[in-house]
């Protein structure tokens, strides 16, 4: 069905269905909860078919990465892949305002570790990988990517307190930032899954 089309009433559906009123309307609310569907009430109303979006998508993954559902290790390798990705499509397509702003950001960053204020340097640096997945300019890598450093603060131990490993971490993204500069996808696709590891339960063991 597409986007606009309204469902059968709940009487036909129910003949449809050959089943009662309750599970038609659990099923519809179900629907509605997943936003799949928007139910009015009143004459003309009824549910209608909802159009489809990335809220779902973000939703669903936000919600595994929030109560930390997916373990550690497999998060690392997940983020190793799409990540990777995004710097090596980044390092062809990202536009001259977009490493000026990596570029101004990884000063903000060092700045911070000057001033001891490493949790706002790790909630900034959550946002390089942001803007490195919307350099790269495919969609699903910026939306997947996004949402994971969204919600990613609940896995305590991918940000170190050690002011050294703040420092390990900007050394990271001047190299990432240099091989963008130049063009060099490899080079960015492998800094970046090197970074990802040496920032995960893989790269500490």
């Known amino acids: 069905m597409s986007a606009g089309e309204k469902l059968p009433s709940e009487r036909d559906l ?11 309307r659990e099923a519809l609310k179900a629907l509605e909860q997943k936003k799949l569907i928007e139910i009015r009430a009143g004459s003309g109303g009824g549910a209608t078919v909802c159009p489809m979006g990335t809220d779902l998508l973000r939703e669903t993954l936000g919600l595994l990465v ?30 001259p305002e977009q490493l000026e702003v990596l570029v101004k950001m990884w000063a903000e960053l060092s700045d911070l570790i000057s001033d001891d204020k490493l949790e706002v340097f790790w909630s900034k640096e959550r946002q390089l990988h942001r803007l ?21 603060s609940s896995y305590q131990s991918l940000y170190p307190v050690q002011r050294s490993r703040a420092q390990e971490a900007l050394a ?11 063009s060099q996808c490899n080079r960015a696709l492998s800094l970046i899954k090197a970074h990802v590891v040496r920032f995960s339960l893989l790269g500490e063991t």
């Open 14 to 24: 129910i003949k449809i269905f050959n089943t009662s009123r309750g599970p038609i």
């Open 66 to 95: 929030r109560h930390r559902i997916v373990p550690e290790a497999h998060m690392a390798e997940f983020r190793e892949v799409i990540e990777g990705l995004a710097a090596s499509l980044a390092a062809e397509r990202i536009k």
């Open 132 to 152: 490195l997945a919307k350099a790269s300019g495919n969609l699903m890598c910026e939306w997947v990517v996004d949402t994971i450093n969204q919600e990613i």
């Open 172 to 182: 990271d993204w001047s190299a990432i930032i240099k091989a963008l500069e130049n």
